[in-house]
């Protein structure tokens, strides 16, 4: 299953509101949340951070894994957690609106 | 070196796109990395592992790229947001730190608003007199005006720009003209009746309008075919006098004005603002009619083709210039021809105006940078007081770069304000020199509705903000600001004695300036004392314009003003009215030889003369001249009467020395007239202007005279009565139906007129000087404040040792003073130098008056005392263990 344009973002978002990582432990946390569902090139991971990055959504800071490997670590500003409370209500909003459409039964005359 | 300087002020210094990539390629090698230790966890061998993960952070390099100009796009966004933060967080630190220190602020704000709001002032007053072409001229830069220069010998050039029109055939035709045209502007009566006005009236010939290439606002200008045809006299109304005698009608066109009492068709009207080539205003044009085409009065104008200079052209012209064997133009007959831009008066000149504006706009420049230094010191000085606070931020780790911003933020921050300020300096003077320097221009727009100077003055404030905010910051920056921070300011006695030069160079730079405004003030006041021997205040004088016939008949004219004289003594507010010909300040005065019986001849005075007026029996009492002796004209002095005359008390005494010259009689004119006899001595009266020197002056009773004609009313309205000029002119014209037009004017008016040139030095003088002290004033106060700073030491040993607050303040002001005194001494020099240059342009002011020299020296003295005293009360608040300690 492929991620519907749009929707990244915000799961980053939700990511890192756990706690902050670096970009391989987000796409562990990802694909572990949705048991393995979500079809996703690595590479656009990346590109939705730095975009949320250019939009002061989230900060990087360079820091250590524990194994001492230089990796950069993604947190959430306070804009990127209203950001992500925000989506969250649309989304939620959007699905069932798109959910109550789509699982109408037709009335039959 | 300047260039890391600013690329350090800037922070210019950090993520290059090279660096973005890299982050990049670091963060995906880990993450390959860690993707592939995964797979090998679930079993894969170490290489296929590697190119799996691979394959799944990219399927292709389009992927990659994109990732990549995300990553760059990122980071420029970043730094650019960072640089804003920063910057706005260094200008709220600075703003801050200013608010915290109101008085210098303030005094830094005024002392950049004076300076920039003088400059700009100075500038829009240059650009107008020498830099603005005339409105609506197409590629005024190709127009040129024709003078004409004559050599003669041990008098000197003559240079005019009058030429007659038998010289204006022959350049027609000139190889460096496109074309050529001809106007002349005189004063003429406009209008009719009680409505009639005396008006600037250009007379064009057809060529002119085309020449300069404006068009017409409403119907038609005047094109080469009018001078052809006989269509009869033609107007073209100025914009402004469409407006306002019409009301911007469209159907004022077709109609018929009068000028001269001429009718002239109305065919179109001016753009607003056009004026010809001359900056004054011009209110109707008129086609040149044949019959004036012979006169000599005019002045040429050429279009130059491209390539063709002004000193080809004139070249051309003198060659081509044949005299008029008539010669009735006799000086014209040698002249050599030069063109000249159309900035230049008609002595061929640049006018005297524009090069006092140009003298001010560069005294005003050198003024706005040693005011510019001078802050800079100031903030420099602020720097050193405010060391410790520096250093502490130093010590908790802010760089050397984020002081030298903050500095920068206060200067621009200041310099801004200043600019700011500026513009309403600018407002507050413009109306003052527009006044004095240029009263009868012509379609003034404030600067500030100008985009141009408006564009200057946003110029000057960021060179402001350059030399004000950048250089302390690099100052500052320099590691031996830095170490002064560290230490505390101890000026080299070296720079003390450049900044001691510097401000003894300034208050001897004020020193003469100030003189001048003085002395023109002073000027100015002597005037105002000056006894005309007349009372020209409210005084009016009333022309009426009468059929040329009538003019020519002595009696007709006695007898129409006479009866003019009853009608407006009738009228309300009128407290005195009396008929002469010949007034004294009215640009003519009649002169008539004398014989008196029992001398040979009169002696001649400077003054010139004798002259004489013919006056009605009010006259003395509504001119306020005074009768010393015997008694003034009664009614019964007139046609027919026993001849009477009033002499001046110089007459009186110069030629009946001992006060016999009561009853005493002369003959007027010829010898064989009848012998006239003194009835009065008058008090002597000026006649030609505020500069006068001794004259004979006689007066006739109206009606004992017959040489001269051209009678004028003379009215003193009652003091405080509503009087106007209209209810003047209707009483007259009422009075009788042969009167067209009156002209009225204002003796008092013409007095003013000659305090112009006074009013000009006042202004020029008076602004530059005023600039000159409040520069020199910072400049003093930067200095002194440094000097404290710099001897904290000295000074805590001296109060260690016992000396008093008296004593420190003593000690500094007295090195404020002394400095002051050096640059009075040089100023006063200076202006002893330069004062003979100045002396003509005074009035009854020697250039050395003592008064003004000693004000001048006791305000440049006081003013060292008040910039003295901030820093000297500063000083006494050394702490003398604190100031030991900083060692």
């Not at chain 2, 804003?84 to 303030?106: C, H, K, N, T």
């Amino acid at each position: 299953m492929s991620v519907i344009k749009g929707t990244l973002d915000v799961l980053v978002l939700k990511a890192l509101s756990w706690q902050s990582m670096h970009g391989f432990e987000m796409t562990r946390w990802l694909e572990q949340r949705s048991g393995d569902r979500l079809a996703l090139e690595d590479a656009a991971l990346y590109q939705a951070l730095y975009r949320l990055e250019r939009r002061g959504l989230v900060e990087a800071e360079w820091g250590q894994t524990e194994e001492g490997r230089r990796a950069r670590y993604y947190e959430l500003t306070r804009a990127g957690r209203q950001e992500l409370t925000e989506q969250t209500e649309h989304w939620l909003r959007y699905a069932e609106t798109v959910t109550d459409i789509l699982t109408a039964v037709p009335r039959t005359a | 070196m300047l260039r890391s300087r600013i690329r350090r002020l800037f922070r210019l210094r950090g993520l290059t796109p090279r660096d973005s990539v890299r982050e990049v390629d670091d963060e995906m090698e880990l993450h390959v990395e860690l993707r592939a230790a995964e797979l090998v966890r679930r079993g894969l061998d170490p290489d296929a592992a590697r190119d799996e993960a691979r394959r799944l952070f990219a399927r292709d390099a389009g992927t990659l790229r994109a990732l990549y100009a995300a990553a760059v796009e990122r980071d420029r966004r970043m730094r650019t947001r960072q640089r804003v933060e920063s910057v706005a967080q260094d200008v709220r630190y600075a703003f801050r730190g200013l608010i915290r220190d109101p008085g210098i602020a303030g005094f830094i704000v005024v002392a950049l608003a004076l300076g920039m709001g003088a400059t700009v002032t100075a500038w829009t007053l240059l650009d107008r007199l020498l830099l603005r072409p005339p409105s609506h001229v197409v590629e005024p830069d190709r127009v040129v005006r024709l003078y004409g220069e004559l050599d003669r010998g041990d008098l000197g050039l003559r240079t005019s720009s009058w030429i007659p029109y038998s010289a204006y055939l022959q350049f027609r035709d000139l190889a460096s003209f496109e074309s050529v045209g001809a106007y002349r502007i005189l004063e003429r009566v406009v209008g009719e009746g009680a409505d009639a006005r005396r008006m600037r009236v250009g007379d064009a010939l057809g060529g002119f309008f085309p020449l300069l290439g404006v068009r017409p606002f409403a119907g038609r200008l005047f094109d080469a075919r009018d001078d052809a045809a006989v269509e009869g006299n033609l107007a073209v109304l100025a914009y402004d006098l469409w407006r306002s005698r019409y009301e911007g009608d469209p159907g004022a066109i077709g109609r018929s004005i009068l000028v001269d009492d001429e009718p002239h068709t109305i065919v179109g009207v001016a753009p607003p603002g056009f004026t010809g080539t001359e900056p004054r205003r011009v209110d109707v044009w008129v086609l040149a009619s044949s019959a004036t085409a012979g006169t000599t009065n005019w002045n040429i104008v050429g279009r130059l083709r491209p390539g063709a200079t002004r000193q080809a052209a004139g070249a051309e012209a003198t060659a081509v210039h044949r005299p008029d064997e008539s010669g009735s133009f006799t000086w014209f007959r040698d002249v050599r021809i030069f063109a000249g831009p159309l900035a230049w008066g008609d002595d061929g000149r640049e006018p005297v105006e524009a090069t006092l504006a140009r003298w001010l706009a560069a005294v005003t420049v050198i003024i706005l940078l040693i005011t510019f230094a001078n802050v800079v010191n100031l903030l420099l000085v602020r720097v050193a007081r405010r060391r410790r606070e520096l250093a502490v931020r130093v010590a908790l780790g802010s760089g050397r770069g984020r002081i030298v911003r903050l500095i920068a933020a206060e200067g621009a921050l200041l310099a801004l304000g200043g600019g700011v300020a500026s513009l309403l300096v600018a407002r507050l003077l413009e109306p003052i020199v527009r006044q004095a320097l240029l009263a009868d221009q012509a379609g003034w727009t404030s600067s500030l509705a100008d985009g141009r100077l408006l564009g200057l003055a946003g110029a000057i404030a960021l060179i402001a903000v350059a030399c004000v905010g950048v250089v302390p910051a690099l100052q500052a920056g320099s590691p031996r600001v830095v170490r002064a921070l560290r230490g505390g300011p101890r000026a080299g006695s070296a720079t003390l004695r450049l900044r001691g030069t510097l401000t003894v160079v300034q208050a001897a730079l004020s020193v003469p300036l100030l003189v001048g405004a003085g002395l023109f003030l002073r000027s100015v006041a002597n005037v105002r004392a000056l006894d005309l021997g007349i009372d020209p205040e409210g005084l009016l004088t009333a022309e009426a314009m009468l059929p040329r016939l009538e003019r020519f008949s002595f009696d007709r004219e006695w007898d129409t003003y006479r009866r003019l004289e009853e009608a407006v003594r009738r009228l309300p507010g009128v407290e005195a009215v009396a008929v002469s010909i010949g007034l004294p300040l009215d640009g003519g005065s009649f002169s008539a030889p004398v014989w008196v019986p029992g001398r040979d001849s009169i002696p001649a005075l400077p003054g010139g003369g004798p002259y004489v007026s013919t006056v009605s029996a009010d006259y003395f009492h509504t001119i306020g001249t005074a009768i010393v002796r015997g008694r003034a004209f009664t009614d019964g002095d007139r046609e027919g009467s026993e001849p009477v005359v009033i002499v001046n008390r110089t007459m009186a005494t110069t030629l009946w020395p001992g006060g016999e010259a009561l009853d005493r009689c002369f003959h007027v004119d010829h010898p064989g007239s009848p012998c006239a006899r003194i009835v009065g001595i008058a008090e002597d009266v000026h006649r030609r202007g505020l500069r006068e020197r001794p004259s004979f002056q006689y007066y006739l009773p109206l009606g004992q005279q017959r040489m001269f004609g051209g009678a004028k009313l003379v009215v003193r309205p009652a003091a405080g009565a509503a009087f106007s000029r209209d209810a003047l002119r209707r009483a007259m014209v009422a009075a009788d139906p042969r009167v067209w037009a009156v002209e009225v004017r204002s003796l008092e008016e013409s007095v003013q007129g000659e305090l112009r040139p006074l009013r000009i030095g006042m202004v020029t003088f008076g602004m530059s000087g005023g600039l000159a002290l409040l520069v020199a004033l910072l400049g003093l106060y930067g200095l002194m404040s440094y000097m404290v700073a710099g001897r904290r030491h000295e000074i805590g040993v001296r109060v260690a040792l016992g000396a008093t607050h008296g004593d420190v303040v003593g000690l500094v002001m007295r090195s404020g003073i002394a400095l002051a005194a050096a640059g009075v001494a040089v100023g006063l020099g200076i202006a002893l130098v330069a004062g003979p240059w100045l002396e003509p342009h005074l009035f009854d002011t020697s250039a050395r008056d003592v008064t003004v020299m000693v004000l001048v020296a006791a305000v440049l003295l006081a003013t060292a005392a008040v910039a003295g005293w901030v820093p000297a009360r500063r000083a006494t608040h050394v702490d003398p263990t604190e100031a030991l300690r900083t060692e």
